[in-house]
């Protein structure tokens, strides 16, 4: 073996690359995440909305690159929060074979569990839980491990609710004042992978994009993917990129 490719846990990843250190074997890593999203007054924000629903809610939350850490400017929170909650009431939960519905059950039973524990850690810190009803699917012969899509707002920035890769439909919601607060916030993660800035001032978006330490940034979109740009992520969301020219490169040698 002469490349290994790995897209996965960071705990994974790490161990994968202690164990082909000094073998001369390439590596590259797509590893874990906690986007930020963040959203400034000069946004459009009913789109900022659905960009939430697609890049937060899409495939359960199950998403590397989902946006689960949702930075939204002070004067327009509220409003935002509104609109996102009533957007929330209208997802459809279902069965996975249903091509009419928005999520769908969690790879497994265990995640139910792993992420009712996030939830349980927020109503300890005092944050405030929103869960969208999901309907009761028990009697379905199909079954399903259900969870609710869920926003936890007045929760602080050294939280595990914040600060560690919960993967399911869960985000958190903070505020910024200023777009260097905005910024600093979410870089404060050890995760680099991806994430969004929404607002209608070019200069404004690039200049955020450029200074977000991950390595891909959407500017009013979210989990857009194109074969010619390669992906990866910065810090404990791994190194190397697939896709594009970087990607072909890590397949190579030189000669």
């Known amino acids: 073996i002469d490349k290994v490719a790995f897209t996965g846990s960071t705990g994974v990843g790490q161990f994968l690359r202690k164990e082909t250190a000094g073998t001369g074997k390439k590596l590259t890593l797509e590893l874990g995440g906690k986007g930020p999203i963040i959203v400034y007054d000069s946004a459009d924000i009913d789109a900022a909305v659905e960009g939430v629903?697609?890049?937060?809610?899409?495939?359960?939350?199950?998403?590397?690159?989902?946006?689960?850490?949702?930075?939204v400017q002070e004067n327009v929170a509220d409003e935002f929060n509104?609109?996102?909650r009533a957007r929330m009431q209208t997802l459809r939960v279902g069965h996975s074979l249903d091509k009419c519905l928005d999520m769908a059950a969690l790879a497994s039973a265990d995640r139910v569990g792993a992420i009712q524990q996030y939830i349980d850690i927020a109503h300890e810190e005092g944050a405030d839980v929103y869960q969208t009803p999901v309907p009761d699917?028990?009697?379905?012969?199909?079954?399903?491990?259900?969870?609710?899509?869920?926003?936890?707002?007045?929760?602080?920035?050294?939280?595990?609710?914040v600060q560690e890769?919960?993967?399911?439909?869960?985000a958190t919601v903070q505020t910024f004042r200023t777009p260097s607060e905005a910024i600093a916030l979410a870089n404060n993660s050890r995760y680099g992978l991806g994430g969004s800035v929404w607002t209608e001032n070019v200069g404004l978006a690039?200049?955020?994009?450029?200074?977000?330490?991950?390595?891909?940034?959407?500017?009013n979109a979210h989990n857009l993917f194109d074969a010619a740009t390669g992906f990866g992520g910065y810090k404990e969301s791994g190194y190397g990129r697939e896709g594009g020219r970087e990607g072909l490169f890590a397949y190579l040698q030189p000669k």
């Open 206 to 219: 690039l200049e955020t994009a450029i200074s977000v330490k991950a390595g891909n940034l959407w500017i």
């Open 82 to 84: 509104r609109r996102l």
């Open 165 to 170: 890769e919960i993967f399911g439909p869960v």
């Open 137 to 161: 699917l028990a009697a379905d012969a199909a079954g399903g491990a259900y969870f609710a899509p869920t926003i936890i707002t007045n929760v602080g920035s050294t939280s595990p609710l």
């Open 53 to 71: 629903i697609g890049g937060t809610f899409f495939n359960q939350g199950q998403v590397c690159c989902a946006g689960t850490r949702l930075l």
